[in-house]
Nanobody, 128 residues
């Protein structure tokens, strides 16, 4: 079992920045790919970014160059640095963990349904 707690959401003006953090407890953090997803009202969860066990990162096209995902296995945390925020980035952001021992260390899924553990979410609102 893994417990995930997100923090760092809030209200920001367009063009501003936020840093989301996710603290994980429970089973060995380094055995998980860690991802960030977001869900806007009335929409399905959307992949944002993920980081593999070996540190490979993957982003959805709309955030490339603006968002940076990172992980600290010693502190059991994963962060999402968000810059140049746009109103369309407004959503609840979820941290998620995918137990992937047996796969390549560089592998990380972009599918919401592959992540067995998810946090409660943190609201990010970008005003225009």
């Amino acid at each position: 079992q893994v417990q995930l707690v997100e923090s760092g959401g809030g209200l920001v003006q367009a063009g501003g920045s936020l840093r989301l953090s996710c603290a994980a407890s429970g089973r060995a953090f380094s055995t998980y790919a860690m991802g960030w997803f977001r869900q806007a009202p009335g929409k399905e969860p959307e992949f944002v970014a993920t980081i593999s066990r070996s540190g490979n990162t993957y982003y959805t096209d709309s955030v490339k160059g603006r968002f940076t995902i990172s992980r600290d296995n010693a502190k059991n945390t994963v962060n999402l640095e968000m810059k140049s925020l746009k109103p369309e980035d407004t959503a609840v952001y979820y941290c998620a963990a995918d137990y992937i021992v047996g796969y390549s260390a560089s592998y990380a899924s972009t599918s919401w349904f592959d992540y067995e553990y998810r946090g409660q979410g943190t609201q990010v609102t970008v005003s225009s």
